[in-house]
């Protein structure tokens, strides 16, 4: 059955909605996006998403498409279009349709492009990955110096994952100076003892929303936070390894370039944080 997506205020048929050729979302990757997840019919975190979205538009000097409310009734209204019990609303503002190609930005009189559409992932909270665990790579972390605004700039998070099927994996960890930045569309963690680390906030990272909610919910549970970066070895000799992104939420890691990490099995820490996390959220969903 066809989605119902949402184009720049209209609510259409997927078939029916188009984006002009010379919008510099598709010209430029003059973009900028989010991804929502919804767990029985409702939104997580939100609020978290509309913050970033606010933050990514601001580094780019983008206009806001709409307000936050506006934006939240827009998730709504497709999340009850399309009967999404589980799965991810995606979210994608563009610089807009200036009518032709040019490198400069357009006038303020090119309004933002806003285009919304539904994936429906049935049972999204119950993925058995989260039970074998992932298999992760590591590449050369080559992406511009800006990961912490969320663009579509993702060819090469695209071509990484394609790195890691051809080598049997789930996905790459990239690696900047030797150190782990993090995965191509999650942030990376290690585990070590009763400690949970993960790379600081920079300009070098995407500042996750789940990496927030996580940390707080590890704190919480009176487990150790460090915020730093580690090595590709320091994650082969760790306890345990996980992800986290909203589409995966906190997803276990087994495997680095081949070598099992801890005992090759979903650790204790990963899956307590990722239980901690669903039940939480699910609860403050809206
Ligand atoms: N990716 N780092 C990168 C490079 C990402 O692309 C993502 C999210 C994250 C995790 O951020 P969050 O917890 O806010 O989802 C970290 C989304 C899910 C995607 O591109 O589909």
Not at 162 to 186: F, Q
């Given at each position: 059955m066809s989605r119902t997506v949402y184009v720049n205020g209209e609510y259409l048929p997927e078939e029916e909605a188009k984006v002009s050729i010379f919008?510099?979302?598709f010209l430029m990757s003059d973009a900028v996006y989010e991804v929502t997840s919804v767990l029985g019919g409702k939104l997580i975190d939100f609020a978290g998403h509309a913050a970033r979205l606010a933050r990514s538009l601001g580094e780019l000097d983008m206009a806001s498409?709409?307000?936050?409310?506006?934006l939240l009734a827009i998730h709504r209204e497709l999340v009850t279009r399309n009967g999404i019990t589980d799965g991810m609303i995606y979210l994608q503002v563009?610089?807009?349709?200036?009518?032709?190609?040019?490198?400069?930005?357009?006038?303020?009189?090119?309004?933002?492009?806003?285009?919304?559409?539904?994936?429906s992932k049935p049972g999204m909270a119950d993925s058995p990955m989260a039970k074998v665990g992932m298999k992760v790579i590591s590449i050369e972390d080559i992406r511009w110096g800006r990961r912490d605004i969320k663009t579509v700039q993702l060819l090469y998070p695209s071509m990484g994952k394609?790195?890691?099927?051809?080598?049997?994996?789930?996905?790459?960890?990239?690696?900047?100076?030797?150190?782990?930045?993090?995965?191509?569309?999650?942030?990376?963690?290690?585990?070590?003892?009763n400690k949970v680390i993960t790379r600081d906030l920079s300009d070098d990272i995407l500042h996750g929303i789940t990496r927030a909610a996580v940390l707080r919910f590890a704190r919480e549970a009176q487990m150790e936070v460090e915020e730093r970066a580690f090595t590709i070895d320091e994650a082969k000799a760790a306890d345990e390894a996980f992800i986290t992104?909203?589409?995966?939420?906190?997803?276990?890691?087994?495997?680095?370039d081949g070598t099992a990490i801890g005992t090759g099995k979903p650790g204790p820490v990963a899956a307590r944080l990722r239980e901690i996390y669903l039940d939480e959220m699910r609860k403050a969903a809206i």
């Open positions: 919008d510099r979302g498409p709409c307000s936050d409310e506006e563009t610089r807009g349709n200036p009518g032709d190609r040019d490198f400069a930005f357009p006038p303020a009189s090119v309004k933002p492009t806003l285009v919304l559409f539904t994936q394609m790195m890691a099927k051809k080598a049997g994996a789930d996905d790459a960890w990239l690696v900047e100076d030797g150190y782990v930045t993090e995965g191509t569309s999650n942030n990376a963690y290690i585990v070590k003892g992104s909203a589409s995966t939420f906190v997803m276990p890691v087994v495997e680095m």
